[in-house]
Each structure stands twice: as C-alpha cells, then as structure tokens.
C-alpha cells in the first residue's frame, strides 16, 4: 500500500483490504459457532450411536 501512487488506487486498495478482514473475522465466528453446536449436539441426533455406544459401556 506504501508504493502506490494514486491516492484513489491506495484507498480503494485499502477499502478492499478492510472489507475482506471484516469478513474473514466474521466467517471465522461464524465457523466457531458452527463447531461448537456440531460439538454439542452431534450424539443428541445420532439415536444409533448412542446407543451402540451404551452397549459398549460408554466406550466411543
């Protein structure tokens, strides 16, 4: 950003770069959230392997 001449190139260069950290910050929560409530709430809707997993004394 330092060697661009064009003050409306470096700004606009500049303006990009913003915009993509914001989304990558928000696409980075967004993951996060996803994870967790796959983490939380994966063996709730795997009936089966609950149950499987109580047979086997608890074990995975």
Known sequence: ???????????GLQT?????Y???K?????LREYKKN??????E???DVNQ???KRGGRN
């Not at 928000?26 to 967004?30: C, I, P, S």
């Open 1 to 11: 950003v330092e060697n661009i001449e064009d003050d409306d190139a470096r700004h």
């Open 16 to 20: 990009k770069l913003i915009i993509a």
């Open 22 to 24: 914001d989304m990558a």
């Open 26 to 30: 928000r696409m980075n929560a967004k």
């Open 38 to 43: 796959w983490d939380e709430h994966f063996w």
């Open 45 to 47: 809707k795997n009936e």
């Open 52 to 54: 499987d997993r109580q």
